[in-house]
């Protein structure tokens, strides 16, 4: 099978490395997080670059295990309690001979980076991770097995327990097992050009969605508190009014240029109804739609 050029997806990872699925996760729904634990024969595999960090925790078995990382080979023997670490966007060869059980965690990079800008307080450009092929750390150890268990479990707050365990296990791997590239920003608190100019553009191609917050922090490379203080700083406001201004200012410019029906100009500037767009109109311009329509209408004759 020809290795793919773009990041695949973890879900997708059975079709290069194909093993038994013990244990998963995609029932509980996490956020920017993902477990499965695998049982896998011995086996030669040449796996694209994965969209996720992955953490890799031995469990049962133990094996000589080689990988070809950035074209230099690594062995070493594998056994449970070991734990071998990948960071993203790289292309990998696994070779190992003897039947083991694994679980494999993966962290998505807005979550690592999110919680890099936290920890670190700076505007992220690339979290990288070391490339281990076989390290031990009760700590790593330990969280992966408490999120297994949560993953094969009902209780009361999994999902926010499992992505706290996420959280915790990121600001680990960046104590210990990870390179920080930062973004350059200007001294005063405010976010640098290249964000500011990135953010203003995300906003208008995306007017028309719902935005998150959580979105808007991930488009600079920051955790959400260290973004909001900073994204105030920059324009003088805060995120939410920032959006719903540049809402406010694209219905104003298509209820006074064009033919628009005022649901359909709701629409597309991302106001849930006519009436949202109403009380935003009343509340920053002093009009309604209908008022701007009609001065339109008077000025045309």
């Known amino acids: ?6 990041p695949i997806a973890s879900e997708d990872l059975p079709r290069w490395v194909p093993g038994e699925v ?7 729904a996490w956020k920017n997080l993902a477990l499965r634990t695998y049982r896998y024969d011995g086996l030669d595999v040449q796996v694209p670059p994965l969209a996720d960090f992955m953490l890799v925790a031995y469990q049962r078995g133990a094996t000589r295990m080689e990988r070809r990382f950035e074209g230099r080979w690594t062995r070493t023997e594998c056994r449970p309690g070991d734990i071998s670490l990948l960071t993203r966007s790289q292309q990998s060869h696994w070779h190992w001979t003897e039947p083991i059980d694994v679980t494999h965690v ?7 980076s ?3 800008a936290d920890v670190l307080g700076k505007p992220i450009a690339e979290v990288r991770l070391h490339d281990l092929l076989r390290t031990q750390d009760p700590a790593l150890s330990g969280i992966a097995e408490a999120m297994a268990r949560e993953a094969g479990g009902s209780a009361v707050g999994g999902k926010l327990y499992a992505e706290a365990l996420g959280t915790q296990l990121a600001v680990h791997l960046l104590r210990h097992y990870a390179a920080v590239d930062f973004i350059d920003h200007a001294e005063d608190g405010q976010l640098p050009p290249v964000v500011r100019r990135r953010l203003e553009e995300f906003v208008e191609a995306r007017l028309e969605q719902p935005l998150s917050l959580e979105e808007l922090a991930a488009v600079a490379g920051m955790g959400v508190w260290s973004f909001c203080k900073r994204f105030r700083a920059s324009f003088n406001t805060s995120p939410h009014c920032y959006v719903v201004d540049r809402r406010v200012e694209r ?21 849930s109804d006519q009436a949202h767009l109403t009380r935003a109109l009343r509340a920053r311009l002093g009009c309604t739609p209908a008022a701007l329509r009609q001065g339109r ?4 004759h």
């Open 297 to 300: 209408d008077a000025q045309a």
């Open 22 to 28: 013990l244990r998963a996760s995609g029932r509980c």
């Open 251 to 271: 219905a104003q410019r298509l209820l006074t240029h064009s033919t628009l029906a005022v649901k359909a100009v709701a629409a597309e500037c991302g106001f």
């Open 1 to 6: 099978m020809a290795l793919l050029a773009r």
């Open 106 to 112: 993966y962290l998505s990079a807005d979550l690592l």
């Open 114 to 116: 999110s919680v890099a």
